[in-house]
């Protein structure tokens, strides 16, 4: 998508100030894109009970055009406490008896998954919201 493009978008959303719910650009561009990035991520993820605890994060309250892709802190998982040992490595741990239990050699895998879906997130974003202003558009 050139920077036209890009530009001419935002003069026609600037036009329908208020035609187009939160819900609408919620529904059709931004879940669509953490989908995405949510099973980009399970692919990348490094162990199935991490697969198993991402998810897209994301409760229309007082952010409603926000949403998150990520691991569920709140299931009471341990998995995303290890996700995180996994992207950036843990320091030596011993047991209590001062006996050596390793450690995590960083591993990173979510970063690098994001870093890489970047350019195609955000095309994705803007050709779905080209999509609804021309669906608008046909409205009018």
Do not use: C
Request: hydrophobic letters at 40%.
């Amino acid at each position: 998508m050139q920077r036209s493009d890009l530009n001419k978008l935002a003069a026609d959303l600037r036009k329908f100030k208020g035609k187009i719910t939160n819900n609408e650009i919620r529904e059709m561009a931004l879940l669509p894109a953490a989908d995405l990035l949510n099973d980009q991520l399970r692919a990348a993820a490094p162990a199935t009970f991490i697969r198993i605890s991402l998810g897209v994060l994301s409760k229309p309250g007082k952010y409603p055009l926000s949403v998150a892709v990520g691991l569920n802190y709140a299931s009471g998982s341990y998995a995303a406490n290890l996700a995180y040992g996994f992207e950036y490595g843990t320091v030596d741990r011993y047991h209590k008896s001062g006996k050596f239990t390793g450690r995590l050699t960083p591993a990173p895998w979510f970063r690098p998954t994001v870093d890489a879906n970047r350019n195609q997130i955000v095309t994705n974003v803007i050709n779905a919201m080209s999509k609804l202003v021309e669906k608008k558009l046909n409205t009018i």
